[in-house]
């Protein structure tokens, strides 16, 4: 008897686990759509045992400027005819690219009203020159949640485990694989809403009303 109820107990916890966790990969400064799945489980578990693969949001985001969107990709030290791990991706540094996004971030959000105070957190991680583009992205997330007022449950994958995750690759630079609920807020530029940016383009307009916009988004993977 005893047994038995220990198993349905393990059953259930596994069950309960499978629901509350999510296996996804790691963004850089992550898309508002990308941020409001998240926070819709209690455990979030990133995939770094993976192939690291090119032309994905992992180290680039989009942004809004005054000639639409703009990509800002963070360049990575290049290991020719070798497959890297995502947990092994270096970030190159002989090119400036820090300075370049500061820039875009100054033009694109230096009007905005709370870019006084979110911008000089993003300037000292930029300042700390992570080795790691995991390490980085991590840094930059935490930062985005603490911003937000919330906070992530996160671990990292101990080997590839997110081949079966209907999360993993959901959000994709080339590939429309989701449906989202209308949302706006105003912007620093044009006259028609411009969805899908970085979570920054919301946080550095609305401030901590952010968190209320991300918890109300609908999310439903494409057929």
């Known amino acids: 008897m005893k047994f038995i109820i220990l198993e349905n107990y393990l059953i259930i916890l596994q069950i309960s686990t499978l629901f509350l966790g999510m296996h996804i990969e790691l963004h850089y400064l992550p898309s508002i759509e990308y941020i409001s799945l998240i926070l819709q489980k209690e455990e979030i578990i990133f995939e770094i045992f993976e192939n690291f693969p090119k032309q ?3 180290n680039r985001c989009e942004i809004l400027t005054s000639n639409g969107k703009l990509t800002l990709i963070i360049p990575q030290v290049h290991q020719h005819g070798i497959k890297t791990l995502t947990k092994d991706i270096q970030i190159d540094y002989s090119q400036n690219w820090q300075k370049q996004h500061i820039g875009a971030f100054q033009a694109a959000y230096g009007k905005s009203a709370y870019y006084e105070y979110f911008a000089p957190y993003l300037w000292n991680i930029f300042s700390k020159k ?5 390490d980085l992205n991590i840094e930059l997330l935490e930062l985005i949640f603490k911003f937000l007022g919330s906070s992530c449950q996160f671990k990292f994958s101990s080997d590839f485990e997110s081949k079966d995750s209907i999360y993993y690759n959901l959000i994709h630079p080339k590939v429309q694989k989701i449906n989202v609920s209308d949302y706006s807020y105003q912007q620093c530029f044009g006259m028609e809403f411009v969805e899908s ?5 919301l946080v550095m307009n609305r401030g901590r009303d952010s968190l209320s916009i991300l918890k109300s988004l609908n999310i439903e993977q494409n057929a």
């Open 56 to 58: 994905t949001f992992r």
């Open 130 to 134: 992570q080795k790691f583009l995991v």
């Open 197 to 201: 940016l970085s979570v920054v383009d």
